[in-house]
């Protein structure tokens, strides 16, 4: 959490801008339930449940992810990436999931969203960055082999 802070003038900011709480990494001194959310374009659901958070051998897989992301300087900006952990997304035998969320309300790319990858664990940061690179130039993830997918049934199963 300390590298989502910033010191300016002896206080404590977070990524919003805000003033944080004594005793608190994030939390606003000010509450404001008007103020928006931060802007990202794209945002990745890391499952870091059971199965999946075994499977990699990161302990700590989102941390290294926003890491990646700020190397690549995707953490902020237009095209900000941003990293959420989920519990299970009820496919575990593609374990490691991540599923990518396209701003599409804002400057999202459709093409993208909804995009479910697996074996994720087997990514190291390099790919990773490769990865949020694509996502940044909006290259079709479809398009790319070493970015394997979670294949999704037809709905006309269910008929
Ligand atoms: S534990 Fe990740 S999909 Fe089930």
């Known amino acids: 959490m300390k590298n989502i802070m910033e010191n300016k003038d002896g206080k404590l900011y977070n990524t919003m801008g805000s003033v944080v709480a004594e005793g608190f990494t994030c939390k606003p001194k000010h509450f404001d339930a008007n103020k928006p959310i931060m802007h990202l374009k794209t945002q990745l659901f890391v499952c870091t449940d059971e199965r999946c958070g075994k499977a990699h051998k990161d302990k700590d897989i989102a941390a290294t992810l926003r890491e990646a992301i700020k190397e690549v300087n995707l953490s902020k900006g237009e095209d900000r990436i941003k990293v959420v952990r989920t519990g299970c997304f009820g496919a575990c035998r593609f374990r490691s999931v991540a599923n990518i969320y396209e701003n599409t309300k804002i400057n999202g790319n459709p093409g993208n969203n909804g995009v479910w990858l697996k074996n994720v664990h087997r990514y190291d940061k390099d790919k990773w960055k490769r990865l949020f690179i694509a ?25």
């Open 135 to 159: 996502l940044k130039d909006n290259v079709s993830i479809d398009s790319l082999d070493e970015f394997e997918q979670v294949p999704m049934s037809d709905p006309s199963f269910y008929k």
